[in-house]
Each structure stands twice: as C-alpha cells, then as structure tokens.
C-alpha cells in the first residue's frame, strides 16, 4: 500500500529595494519560506551570487535535506533493528559545478556520519543499516546526483 504525502510552504521575495529587478545589482537575494505553524526559514542567494554569508542558502539546505534524511532514516532502522545509538553527527558537504550560461548542477554529496552505538556486538550491523538507509531516504532518492556515505560506526567502550 502506498500513501502520499503533500507538503506545502509560502517563499516569499523580501529583496525588492524599490526598484525591483531593474538591475542585476539592484535587488536583494533575502526570502522567507513559511510553513503553517512553524518559525520562519529566513534565506538568500550564496555569496557568490550577492548573497549574504549569515543567512542559509539552498544549497546549504539541500546538503542539510540529505544529511537530515539519512540520519533520520538511519536512526529509525536501529531502533527496529534494536541497535542503541547514543550520538550522530555529519559533517556532510556537496559539490556544485557552475556552467558558462550561468547555471549548475551538483555533482556529488557526501555523507560523513560519525555514529557512536551502545554494543559493539552490533556493530557490523550498525554499518550495514547506512546502506538501507540510503537506498529508503526519500530525498536522495529523489536526486540525480550521487550520495556517498563515508559513515564511521564506533561503540561506547
């Protein structure tokens, strides 16, 4: 059985200066995305596109898509998998490529989760869990770019 699944948010242009895009220079990259019931999502462009370095920028978010998906993939296969994980992070990181015309593509993202698991007896287990939850991450699933996962696994001693 199949389900689907709906999401909706509200981007709004908040970089109109007066003069809105009469200029390349002359507009503002900011935006916000608003999402019913939940904080504001404030961004802009890149830096090197006339953004501003203090505010997230989608690329920065789609890093952080895949890397939030694969942990939280991850997580939920250990617990129905009865393995215990006492800490993760990721310092995950992606490649973009401009092209002359001005546009671009990712090339790769990479994974980096450093997971830290109560019982060392199941650790192998532990590392085989990061392949499955590639392949059932609704996000990376969903791009035409490789993932890579450089996943370490270490148990509490």
């Not at 916000?32 to 504001?40: F, L, Q």
């Amino acid at each position: 059985m199949s389900a689907e699944h709906v999401y909706k948010s509200n981007l709004v242009w908040e970089g109109n200066h007066g003069d809105g895009t009469t200029t390349y220079q002359g507009y503002g990259r900011q935006w916000r995305v608003r999402v019913e019931g939940k904080p504001d999502l404030v961004g802009t462009a890149d830096p090197a596109y006339r953004g501003e370095k203090e505010k997230y920028n989608p690329e920065e978010l789609l890093v952080a898509s895949l890397s939030s998906c694969h942990m939280l993939t991850y997580l939920a296969l250990c617990a129905r998998n009865r393995i215990s994980v006492l800490s993760y992070s990721d310092d995950a990181s992606g490649v973009m490529k401009t092209t002359p015309d001005g546009g671009g593509r990712f090339e790769s993202v990479t994974l980096r989760p450093r997971v830290e698991i109560a019982d060392a007896s199941t650790k192998a287990l532990a590392e085989v869990l990061h392949e499955k939850a590639h392949a059932l991450c609704y996000i990376a699933s969903s791009v035409n770019f490789p993932v890579n996962n450089a996943a370490v696994v270490t148990a509490k001693e």
